[in-house]
């Protein structure tokens, strides 16, 4: 296969001549379903809801950024091959737009955000009218998420459906103990100093559901450069404030969020790096943060130890 060969022209070459039946069409019971997700979080939650009875591959690991990933010609073939593609929507996969729609053709997709209603989701300004797709931060909002997948694979597999059922039903209730641990622990930030900053704006929804004032540099997604008036404009905010401490993130360069704390050390107040928060995806595998429930509460723990100073 020639490099030379876009993306299109690949899922075409793949394709053959004529269009393939879609496996997903035909009944896959007793089959494992081959899952191909694109973030972390996502692969986690197929996992937990698909249990033995998927197989799932996840593109992004540690690290990667899904604002800007493109599909590499590998992936193009894990998704050719797969019954189902499960994915955030709401243009967090915004290189790949091309690629879900086309494999959307001949293979069952899902934006595991459809099933959460649109009143429900931010519509913050500085996106230009599009929803804010980093909902996995407010738990709650994240299990319509989980139940989404479950619905999504009973369907396509119903004779498996109680399987998923009982599945998603115990990671549910995982997900409900991890939205209190959340909601408790904030209580140990004295309310004055419940302001999250970071590189961009991923911690919308964590706001809102746990009672934090939320800034990012970059927006909603990391494609905007923050400007040189952006950095000083909350190097003000957090010396006139007296905030004690701001994240950087896994998934982004920690360059912008270094130039804002020259920026407020030149204003004479010193702010504390207060550690790396998982964004827009979850720490290696093996280790805590490498699942969902680990990096939501790493965040929240490196989040109350920073601001309580
Ligand atoms: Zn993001």
Same mark, same amino acid.
């Given at each position: 296969m020639t490099k030379f060969l876009g993306a299109a022209a690949l899922l075409f070459a793949l394709a053959g001549c004529g269009p393939i039946e879609p496996r997903a069409t035909r009944a896959l019971e007793g089959e494992v379903i081959d899952v191909v997700a694109t973030i972390g979080m996502i692969t986690d939650a197929v996992e937990h809801v698909g249990g033995e009875r998927v197989r799932v591959e996840g593109l992004m690991g540690p690290g990667i950024d899904p604002h800007l990933y493109k599909a590499s010609e590998g992936d193009l073939r894990r998704l050719e091959r797969s019954d189902v593609v499960f994915y955030g929507g709401l243009h967090l996969e915004a290189k790949m737009a091309d690629v879900l729609e086309r494999i959307g053709e001949r293979r069952a997709t899902q #934006?595991?955000?459809?099933?959460?209603?649109?009143? #429900?989701?931010l519509r913050p300004a500085q996106f230009k009218g599009?929803?804010? =797709?980093?909902?996995?931060?407010?738990v709650t909002l994240w299990k319509k998420a989980v139940e989404q997948v479950r619905d999504r694979l009973a369907e396509l597999d119903p004779t498996s459906a109680e399987v998923y059922r009982a599945n998603a039903a115990a990671y549910l209730s995982e997900l409900q103990a991890l939205d209190a641990y959340v909601h408790e622990q904030v209580l140990r930030v004295p309310e004055g100093r419940r302001v999250i900053i970071t590189?961009?704006?991923?911690f919308n929804y964590f706001g809102v559901a746990y009672g934090f004032e939320v800034r990012g540099l970059?927006?909603?997604?990391?494609a905007a450069e923050a400007g040189a008036g952006d950095v000083q404009s909350l190097a003000r905010f957090i010396a006139r404030n007296q905030i004690p401490a701001i994240f950087v993130e896994s $998934?982004? $360069?920690s360059r912008t969020i270094e130039a804002v704390r020259e920026a407020v050390r030149a204003r004479g107040f010193d702010v504390e790096i207060g550690g790396s928060l998982f964004s827009d995806a979850m720490g290696n =595998?093996?280790? =805590?943060?490498? $699942?969902y429930v680990g990096m939501v509460r790493h965040n929240v723990d490196t989040i109350v130890a920073g601001l309580r100073g």
């Open positions: #934006a595991v955000t459809d099933a959460i209603p649109r009143g #429900a989701l599009q929803h804010d =797709p980093h909902v996995w931060f407010d590189a961009h704006d991923a970059q927006g909603i997604s990391t $998934s982004v $360069s =595998p093996g280790t =805590p943060e490498g $699942s």
